[in-house]
Protein backbone atom coordinates (compact mmCIF):
# COMPACT_ATOMS: atom_id res chain seq x y z
CA UNK A 1 0.00 0.00 0.00
CA UNK A 2 1.15 3.34 -1.10
CA UNK A 3 1.12 6.37 0.93
CA UNK A 4 -1.63 8.96 0.63
CA UNK A 5 -1.35 11.87 -1.71
CA UNK A 6 -1.81 15.10 0.31
CA UNK A 7 -2.27 17.22 -2.96
CA UNK A 8 -3.92 16.16 -6.54
CA UNK A 9 -1.52 14.64 -9.16
CA UNK A 10 -1.84 17.82 -10.90
CA UNK A 11 -0.42 20.47 -8.93
CA UNK A 12 3.64 20.29 -9.05
CA UNK A 13 4.04 24.08 -8.20
CA UNK A 14 5.18 24.63 -5.04
CA UNK A 15 4.96 28.11 -3.12
CA UNK A 16 1.50 30.44 -2.90
CA UNK A 17 -0.80 31.28 -6.07
CA UNK A 18 -2.88 34.57 -6.51
CA UNK A 19 -6.18 32.50 -5.13
CA UNK A 20 -4.28 31.82 -1.51
CA UNK A 21 -5.41 35.46 -0.32
CA UNK A 22 -8.51 35.76 -2.09
CA UNK A 23 -10.85 37.27 0.27
CA UNK A 24 -13.56 34.73 0.98
CA UNK A 25 -10.60 32.40 2.08
CA UNK A 26 -10.68 33.42 5.70
CA UNK A 27 -14.03 33.30 6.25
CA UNK A 28 -14.20 37.23 6.78
CA UNK A 29 -15.16 40.06 4.30
CA UNK A 30 -11.98 42.60 3.06
CA UNK A 31 -12.27 46.79 3.34
CA UNK A 32 -9.63 49.32 2.66
CA UNK A 33 -9.00 52.13 5.71
CA UNK A 34 -6.70 55.47 5.92
CA UNK A 35 -4.50 55.27 8.71
CA UNK A 36 -1.30 57.63 8.90
CA UNK A 37 -1.86 59.35 5.70
CA UNK A 38 -1.52 55.82 3.89
CA UNK A 39 -3.79 53.30 2.28
CA UNK A 40 -4.27 50.03 3.97
CA UNK A 41 -6.09 46.60 3.62
CA UNK A 42 -7.85 45.14 6.09
CA UNK A 43 -9.33 41.83 6.32
CA UNK A 44 -11.22 40.25 9.37
CA UNK A 45 -10.30 36.57 9.76
CA UNK A 46 -12.94 34.36 11.41
CA UNK A 47 -11.73 32.13 14.36
CA UNK A 48 -12.63 28.73 12.59
CA UNK A 49 -9.96 29.50 9.52
CA UNK A 50 -6.82 30.54 11.92
CA UNK A 51 -7.30 27.04 13.36
CA UNK A 52 -3.97 25.90 14.89
CA UNK A 53 -2.10 29.00 13.91
CA UNK A 54 -1.11 32.35 16.91
CA UNK A 55 -0.19 35.42 15.84
CA UNK A 56 1.13 38.67 17.83
CA UNK A 57 -0.63 41.74 17.81
CA UNK A 58 1.38 45.08 17.08
CA UNK A 59 -0.97 47.08 18.93
CA UNK A 60 -0.45 44.92 21.96
CA UNK A 61 2.24 42.88 21.75
CA UNK A 62 0.31 39.99 22.77
CA UNK A 63 0.01 36.42 21.52
CA UNK A 64 -3.70 36.13 19.30
CA UNK A 65 -4.76 32.58 20.55
CA UNK A 66 -5.32 29.85 17.97
CA UNK A 67 -8.86 30.15 16.65
CA UNK A 68 -9.65 33.47 17.96
CA UNK A 69 -11.39 36.27 15.12
CA UNK A 70 -8.93 39.01 14.51
CA UNK A 71 -7.87 41.65 11.67
CA UNK A 72 -5.11 40.84 9.60
CA UNK A 73 -3.59 44.20 7.93
CA UNK A 74 -1.17 45.42 5.60
CA UNK A 75 -0.24 49.07 3.74
CA UNK A 76 -1.54 49.34 0.17
CA UNK A 77 1.79 49.88 -1.68
CA UNK A 78 3.29 47.17 -0.10
CA UNK A 79 2.27 43.26 -0.68
CA UNK A 80 0.88 40.46 1.34
CA UNK A 81 4.60 39.87 3.14
CA UNK A 82 3.61 43.00 4.95
CA UNK A 83 0.57 41.82 6.88
CA UNK A 84 0.54 41.86 10.68
CA UNK A 85 -2.21 40.24 12.60
CA UNK A 86 -4.26 42.51 15.17
CA UNK A 87 -6.46 41.72 17.76
CA UNK A 88 -9.83 44.19 16.60
CA UNK A 89 -9.93 45.75 19.51
CA UNK A 90 -6.26 47.03 18.95
CA UNK A 91 -7.18 48.01 15.28
CA UNK A 92 -9.61 49.76 16.41
CA UNK A 93 -7.23 51.88 18.84
CA UNK A 94 -4.65 52.11 16.88
CA UNK A 95 -4.95 56.05 16.87
CA UNK A 96 -4.79 55.97 20.70
CA UNK A 97 -2.16 53.85 21.58
CA UNK A 98 1.86 55.13 21.84
CA UNK A 99 4.50 54.39 19.04
CA UNK A 100 6.58 52.94 21.57
CA UNK A 101 6.08 49.18 22.71
CA UNK A 102 7.93 47.95 25.52
CA UNK A 103 8.47 44.71 26.34
CA UNK A 104 9.83 42.91 29.19
CA UNK A 105 13.23 41.72 29.38
CA UNK A 106 12.80 37.84 28.08
CA UNK A 107 9.90 38.53 25.48
CA UNK A 108 10.21 36.83 22.01
CA UNK A 109 10.48 39.51 19.56
CA UNK A 110 8.30 38.05 17.24
Not at 19 to 31: H, N
Not at 72 to 100: F, I, L, M, Q, Y
Amino acid sequence: MSPRRNRPKGSESSGRSAEDDRPGRYGGWESRESWRGEEWNVRHVAGASAQGKMYRCPGCDQLIPSAVPHVVAWPDHSGVDERRHWHKACWNAKDRRTTRVQRSRNAPKF
